[in-house]
């Protein structure tokens, strides 16, 4: 099993300091643990060009989250332990490769892995700050849980709701242990399809931001995130909804803006990313949704190596970001709690890419269809057990043609 010594001297040292706290009231009161499970199956099937055909692998991920209370007065400190534990079922050299197991430098999958991370917090008012282990998902910084874990970032993250229908978010990440392994290392700009001269990694990753509540059902936000010496980046979103008649009208619109910052060690960055979603939500559970997306500028969208970006036409597999690349999406979602079958969803989508620029393309064209079938048992021994089946079908003109499946089941409880 792979080890964590900085980590584990982090959670004792933090410990230790609340020691003489944890009996006052409030701390140990309000706390609350959860373990998560996840049992995941997933299939990359590679239709054509060279390298790996098939990446295949079976994997168990449990995952600890306690959230201790505060300690009263006028500042309240507290402490949150995240810990996972990944552990291999099936895999092998020449089908690794999914992101569920690292893979170790002899080209053998580790049997399994783990990291306890701790973060120390305090509370003043209804302003918080928390040090340590953070998973922030906000519109610069968006952790990726496609597998059995999310990223576990290293930093300092400080958020306040004291402005009356305001939030506002400051922070510092300096280090990130991806998904699939137990270390920690430098952030990174993620380079797909080589977008970039180099994935340049940096010392640091700055944000903050701040988001308005205009009414229950209307909202802005502002957000801002730089990778020290490789890109900056500025955030513009807008998130509605509207009723007609019984049913409901929603609109998602996002404007990001990024260029090279500092000494540029990732090459020229200068995107523009114009995306929205209008989704029809009818009463009987129907939603029908409509994704417009472009790029413009002289490179493709930026985002840190690992993660999400935050736009309408990230797929399961795709994320349709190139350079000048414009791409629409057509949904649809059934809610079967409206047929009398609580707890079962559908989703089935359609991405359509064209004139990416990449890799000597002038006008790359790529496509993705996604369906997701999920089910939640509502009751009896098994109640709160989910099934989820995803698959995907990827083309593209400019990248390997790939057909997906990923198969997981959850449960998650309440320890105390």
Not at 54 to 59: H, L, P, Q, V
Not at 70 to 95: A, E, M
Not at 206 to 218: M, P, R
Not at 359 to 368: Q, S, T, V
Request: glycine share 12%; aromatic share 12%.
């Amino acid at each position: 099993m792979y080890n964590n010594n900085k980590t584990t001297v982090f959670l004792f040292t933090t410990l230790a300091g609340f020691s003489g706290l944890a009996a006052a009231e409030g701390f140990v009161e309000d706390g609350k643990a959860t373990l998560s499970m996840r049992n995941f199956y997933m299939n990359r099937d590679f239709r054509d060009g060279a390298g790996r055909s098939k990446s295949e692998e079976w994997a168990q991920g449990f995952l600890l989250d306690y959230r201790s209370g505060y300690t009263p007065g006028t500042v309240g400190f507290g402490v949150d332990v995240l810990g996972k534990l990944g552990i291999k079922l099936d895999s092998s050299r020449d089908r690794a490769g999914t992101g569920l197991l690292p893979v170790q430098e002899d080209g053998q999958v580790a049997d399994n892995y783990s990291r306890l991370g701790a973060t120390a917090k305090l509370r003043v008012a209804r302003s918080e700050l928390k040090v340590g282990t953070l998973v922030p998902k906000l519109p610069t910084v968006q952790p990726n849980y496609g597998r059995l874990f999310p990223q576990m970032f290293q930093g300092g993250l400080l958020t306040s709701n004291d402005l009356a229908n305001t939030t506002l978010t400051l922070g510092r990440l300096d280090e990130v242990s991806q998904r699939n392994e137990s270390g920690q290392g430098s952030i990174a700009l993620y380079n797909r399809n080589s977008r970039f001269r180099t994935a340049a990694p940096s010392d640091h990753f700055y944000l903050g931001g701040v988001d308005y509540q205009w009414s229950k059902n209307w909202s802005t936000s502002y957000h801002y995130g730089k990778l020290d010496d490789i890109y900056a980046q500025h955030f513009i979103g807008l998130k509605g909804r509207t009723a007609v008649g019984s049913d409901a009208l929603e609109l998602d619109l996002r404007l990001s803006v990024s260029d090279d910052s500092g000494s540029a060690a990732g090459g020229t960055i200068d995107n523009r990313a114009l995306n929205g979603l209008l989704t029809y939500r009818h009463h009987a559970g129907h939603a029908f949704g409509l994704g417009l997306q472009k790029m413009s500028g002289k490179t493709a969208f930026p985002y840190l190596e690992g993660t999400d970006p935050y736009l309408i036409n990230f797929g399961q597999f795709g994320d349709f970001s190139e350079q000048n690349e414009k791409s629409w999406q057509l949904r649809y979602d059934y809610d079967f709690a409206a047929s009398g079958i609580p707890g079962l969803s559908f989703m089935t989508r359609y991405f359509h890419g064209e004139d990416a620029k990449v890799l000597g393309h002038e006008a790359g064209k790529e496509w993705e269809r996604d369906t997701d079938i999920k089910y939640v048992i509502q009751s009896g021994l098994l109640s709160g057990v989910g099934v989820t089946w995803r698959n995907a079908t990827y083309r593209s003109s400019f990248a390997r043609d790939v057909d997906e499946n990923r198969f997981y089941v959850t449960y998650e409880t309440r320890l105390f």
